[in-house]
């Protein structure tokens, strides 16, 4: 078939498939003003940005550093850049690697027991923290945390103010935890899932050759989570440089941001206090540069381990 | 090979792995170990659910038993006050509650047409455009515009500030969820009945909303219900650009109790005598754990219904089809 041919055949399929096209229509729309133009407004971090005249019409940026020259300002503000992008990275590593571990040892825990009953109860209920949003959270943070009122305080007989700066290592730990008491039963449901599928003729044979349950769930349940483990981290790749704003914002009611400002709750401040987006555009071109390339790299791994799990 | 047997040759199937199931329980051994396995487990969950059940201790509690004391599990006072106060300025909340349902129900179901169509668009295996649809379906989940530049777009470019829609549009139709779906089709309803539709002289239009849709029932549920989840609870959307009171759903106005405090309690400039004459329009700490109570109540109720379809919607969604 030459070229010509081949592309008179793909408007006449296309034709053929007017419906579809139709069906297809709402969601193209949709994601093209909400999700593609959004993209293309990224190019914000390469002009000099007036309100006035918009994204699209404001001049590009012409300083020092010609029209990179909002990326200055990352350098400028090396100390606040470094520290943004360093507790993002921080938390990432934090929540991953805790989250992973706790999920896959929750979902063994569960699988394990032979009270099926009670197992699917107590998981259920484990799930609930993950409907709960974050600006509900953020009270009954506070409900612990508060200097006069706050259940901490008064159980320990402290007097601490954990919202101000002398707390502000603190908050490493209750941001962590806060986030493991929010998605460590939701996120073990997929491992679980993963154990329900593991042939059980493993496990008869295993004790048919004198295993103990230690020896079984170290060599046939863990083995069996790896590959769904491996491309759990992987994909989460992707969303290194993106953090939960309801977290990094809401709940550390944006205080001590030394230890818990990251990028998202930065630009989410930046929007509502300052107007000069010369800082925030370039760090929000730099985050979702960054993710992309990390993606892409990660899916390319993927595909070399587990084709069936690769994104494209 | 008919639809009817096929069915009855896996009824019969899952039968016979009841029945292994069966077997199996049996030879496993309720040991001591499984005793402490149990404690332990019950302990965590207590545990992990210990925040929820402050939340309506407290909305229970007395204000003034409350100040004293501190929050509590064992309050000195019991007391519905808070919930008298919630719904006496219940105009608020109930707005609040008209706008957040209203953008759940309408986000939701807009998103679950649309990408049940787009999913059945994609399903068609000799449309050309098939390929293309998908890529384009894809690229957001790589890589996205971040929160400055759509705020900027929305409200500069689409002059949107201050609009409902973008509380539902921008986050109704996502990449997982098309691929979720779009695999539904694909693995779970049966290509010939679509086909014997067609045959029949259905259109496309017919086939979709009379076999398709219905059959698709378990994984809009799932899908469905993590799309309500997400409506329910998002607040940064509404933070960013809803500025008319009418228009705050339930997260806003939460955030606003908070601001609210801060303001007042952050202000040099008001004087503690003055203050502590505001304190009565303060919103109270009871009144508040009440009004969390109101917020983050009907997810609760309504979960365990949706419980089953989640494993089932999120497996689904990691595995490729």
């Known amino acids: 078939m030459t070229r010509k041919e081949n592309i008179l055949h793909f408007f006449k399929n296309t034709w053929k498939h007017r419906v579809h096209v139709l069906m297809a229509l709402p969601t193209f729309l949709i994601m093209f003003f909400f999700l593609y133009v959004p993209m293309g407004g990224l190019i914000i971090a390469f002009k ?42 921080l938390y990432f590593l934090i929540f991953t690697i805790i989250g992973t571990l706790l999920n896959v040892i929750l979902a063994v825990c569960i699988d394990q027991l032979v009270f099926k009953k009670l197992g699917s109860a107590l998981q259920s209920i484990l799930i609930i923290p993950i409907f709960i949003s974050y600006a509900a959270v953020t009270f009954i943070v506070e409900a612990y945390l508060k200097a006069d009122t706050g259940l901490i305080n008064n159980v320990f007989g402290l007097t601490r103010n954990w919202y101000a700066q002398e707390s502000q290592y603190y908050w490493i730990l209750i941001l962590t935890i806060v986030k493991m008491w929010n998605s460590v039963g939701y996120g073990s449901v997929l491992y679980m899932s993963v154990l329900a599928g593991v042939d059980q003729q493993l496990y008869e044979a295993a004790q048919i050759d004198g295993a103990n349950k230690w020896q079984q769930i170290w060599h046939i349940t863990l083995p069996s989570l790896i590959p769904m483990v491996s491309v759990m981290l992987l994909l989460s790749v992707g969303n290194i440089m993106k953090s939960d704003t309801g977290l990094f914002y809401q709940v550390t009611r944006y205080t001590n941001t030394d230890t818990t400002g990251v990028l998202d709750s930065y630009v989410l401040y930046a929007i509502q206090h300052t107007s000069d987006f010369s800082f925030p555009s370039a760090a929000s071109f730099f985050q979702s540069v960054v993710g992309l390339v990390l993606i892409l790299i990660a899916n390319a791994v993927v595909k070399k381990i587990q084709p069936e799990y690769a994104l494209f | 090979m008919s639809i009817v047997e096929d069915l009855k040759e896996k009824r019969e199937q899952k039968k016979k792995e009841k029945e292994l199931d069966l077997q199996y329980g049996v030879k496993e051994k309720k040991g001591p170990g499984q005793y402490v396995l149990a404690t332990l487990l019950i302990l965590y969950t207590i545990i992990v659910a210990l925040p929820i059940i402050l939340v309506f201790v407290s909305a229970f509690t007395d204000e003034d038993a409350l100040i004293k004391n501190g929050y509590s599990y064992f309050p000195e006072k019991w007391s519905v006050g808070a919930f008298k106060m919630v719904f006496a300025s219940g105009d608020k909340l109930a707005a609040a509650y008209g706008v957040t349902i209203l953008i759940t129900l309408g986000g939701t179901l807009i998103g679950l047409l649309c990408m049940s169509l787009y999913a059945y668009a994609l399903s068609r295996k000799d449309f050309r455009l098939r390929g293309f649809l998908t890529i384009y379906s894809m690229i957001p989940m790589l890589f996205n515009g971040g929160t400055l530049s759509g705020y900027l777009v929305f409200t500069g470019t689409y002059h949107m500030k201050d609009s409902l829609w973008l509380l539902m549009l921008p986050i109704c139709c996502t990449t997982m969820n098309i691929i979720i779906l779009r695999t539904y089709i694909q693995n779970s309803v049966p290509e010939e009945l679509m086909d014997s539709a067609r045959i029949d002289g259905a259109g496309e239009w017919r086939t979709f909303f009379q076999i398709t849709l219905p059959l698709m029932k378990p994984t809009l549920a799932a899908v469905g219900f993590m799309m309500a989840t997400g409506y329910w609870n998002d607040w940064q959307n509404a933070l960013l650009y809803i500025t008319s009171d009418y228009k705050r759903p339930l997260q806003l106005l939460l ?59 999120l497996t689904m969604g990691s595995v490729k089809g």
């Open chain 1, 48 to 89: 000099n940005f007036k309100p006035v005249n918009g994204i699209w019409g404001s001049a590009w940026a012409n300083g020092k550093w010609g029209v990179f020259d909002n990326f200055r300002f990352l350098l400028v503000n090396k100390a606040r850049f470094f520290r943004l992008t360093g507790n993002t990275l």
């Open chain 2, 255 to 313: 955030i606003n109790i908070q601001k609210m405090i801060e303001q007042l309690v952050n202000n040099p400039n008001i004087a503690s005598a003055a203050k502590a004459a505001m304190a009565g329009s303060i919103p109270q700490q009871t009144t508040i754990m009440a009004t969390v109570v109101m917020v983050i109540g009907p997810i609760m109720v309504i979960y365990p219904f949706f419980q089953k379809y989640f494993a089932k919607g």
